[in-house]
């Protein structure tokens, strides 16, 4: 018999899987139907890569939010995926807050060209951190209570 | 009747698929290019004179002097009052185009963008490219309701493309409109992305 906290966290988990999952695999979708090079010159933008690198992430980082979106709908390697969401939008919130900060008026890049940095951007992946921190959190308390 | 309304109908489908229309006079480059750059700019924004001083001389040289290329300005004025005379420079300078003079007081109003946007002395900077005959014509067709309306339309244009920032740019290839993030992009990566268009 599963307790009713048992279900809250199960339910809770995969409202965020789907939806950080759902969330991921767009984001992924609107910078591989583009040349790469848009996505590029987004992160080039926030001038904190030399060329060479903006464009390593630029070619890989579109198949990795694909892998993670994928995992993370489909539940499998649950600890692994959250922990690689949180890392990613961990990083991208940083690097947003930083450009907000600083003044940079850019383009996020986070679901293709056209969206500037703004309050509601960073409320929106402020959002997703959280969720996203919630989901690894539920993902290794659902391990050890197994365990 | 028929035919006509047949003809009319065959004549918009054809317009439509043409795309937005522009101003052949701010166009740089032939129409028959294979790749297309329309840049929606404000002739106060500090970006867009990077821009134009710093990527379109490069543009010129690798793709539009070889017929690659078709450049095309695109007025997006910034709003006031945080942008008192990007308006204005647009009307005049759309005004300028009819005299087929955009390119040059293009040149000098980005040139001289730190003077007169503090000074808001932006005609005078624009009549020293202009001889006195041209200033006067500029002056009267800068209250024509089709330069206005040129203007207003580019803005409603770039507004109705989701332009938020200036400069966008809207590269077109193979018949696909794909816009670029807001601001004077990287010109390697520009560069590798207009070459990757004419390779396909």
Redesign the interface.
Known sequence: MTSPNGNILRAGALLLRVLLGGIFIYAAWTKLHTPWEVFAISIDSYQILPLRAVELVARSLPWFELLVGILLLAGLWLRSAAVATSLLLGVFFGLMVRAFATGQQINCGCFGPGELISWKTLLRDGSLLAGSLALTWMAFVRRRRAA | MRKVFVSAVLLSLASLAAGPKFDSNKMIGGASAPITLEVFSSFDCPHCRIFHEDIEPRLMNDYVLHGKLCLISREFPLPAPAHPYARDVAIYATAAARLGKYQVVADTMFRTQNSWALSGKWWEAMATVLTADEQKKVQALAKDPGVVAEVNNDLAQGEHD????TP?IFLTAHGQR??????S??Y???K??LD??LSK
Not at chain 2, 162 to 165: A, T
Not at chain 2, 178 to 183: E, I, M, S, V
């Open positions: 989701g332009v938020n920032s966008t794909t816009a670029l993030p807001p601001g992009p990287n390697e990566l520009l590798s992305l990757n268009s």
